[in-house]
T-cell receptor, first 114, second 111 residues
Framework: DGGITQSPKYLFRKEGQNVTLSCEQN?????MYWYRQDPGQGLRLIYY???????QKGDIAEGYSVSREKKESFPLTVTSAQKNPTAFYLC?????????????FGQGTRLTVV | KQEVTQIPAALSVPEGENLVLNCSFT??????LQWFRQDPGKGLTSLLL?????REQTSGRLNASLDKSSGRSTLYIAASQPGDSATYLC??????????FGKGTRLSVIA
């Protein structure tokens, strides 16, 4: 089945620790996105990539880093510089281009600082 | 900067009612608009995609309309069921940039 897989589903981070969230897709999509969701705030864009080896900052990129070495994979690292990382993280992908192409989402990773 | 607003923030209806969820956006220069459903603790499921040149799209009991010039979209749900209870999110694609989301409408359908 084609789709987007995020792992792990739940992740716990200690203070000062870096953690990496995985996002893999087998839809052959060029563009991939990371969003953060907090209660009452909707989805906010962290980073996105429209092609391999290239990515752009979103609205809340501080304290996060990404890589796009393969078309299928777009991992997100939450660094110790991110002071409030507890949130629900969502990965999405879509075909490239400006036309009417649907965005598809993974099932999310819930990150909690302990 | 594009902003998306969804009204109401929450809605509770008895089973069987027809209902309308509203979405408005500030910049009419969009390529498409997409409606999603999100169940608690889950990812987003795409419901309907409307191209900027279209006026509406239908899927089963769902009908979404788009009035680009006035910056509005509605999601109509016919004969609501308890299984429709979820948060519904609207998102617009403002050109060659990522989707911009509203904060969603939390729907409860009471049996």
């Amino acid at each position: 089945d084609g789709g987007i897989t995020q792992s792990p589903k739940y992740l716990f981070r200690k203070e000062g620790q870096n953690v990496t969230l995985s996002c893999e897709q087998n839809l052959n999509h060029d563009a991939m996105y990371w969003y953060r969701q907090d209660p009452g705030q909707g989805l906010r864009l962290i980073y996105y990539s429209q092609i391999v080896n290239d990515f752009q900052k979103g609205d809340i990129a501080e304290g996060y880093s990404v890589s796009r070495e393969k078309k299928e994979s777009f991992p997100l690292t939450v660094t110790s510089a991110q002071k409030n990382p507890t949130a629900f993280y969502l990965c999405a992908s879509r075909r490239a281009g400006q036309g009417a192409t649907e965005a598809f989402f993974g099932q999310g990773t819930r990150l909690t600082v302990v | 900067k594009q902003e998306v607003t969804q009204i109401p923030a929450a809605l509770s209806v008895p089973e069987g009612e027809n209902l309308v969820l509203n979405c408005s956006f500030t910049d009419s220069a969009i390529y498409n608009l997409q409606w999603f459903r999100q169940d608690p603790g889950k990812g987003l499921t795409s419901l309907l995609l409307i191209q900027s040149s279209q006026r509406e799209q239908t899927s089963g009991r769902l009908n979404a309309s788009l009035d680009k010039s006035s910056g509005r979209s509605t999601l109509y749900i016919a004969a609501s069921q308890p299984g429709d209870s979820a948060t519904y999110l609207c998102a617009v694609k403002p050109g060659n940039t990522p989707l911009v989301f509203g904060k969603g409408t939390r729907l409860s359908v009471i049996a």
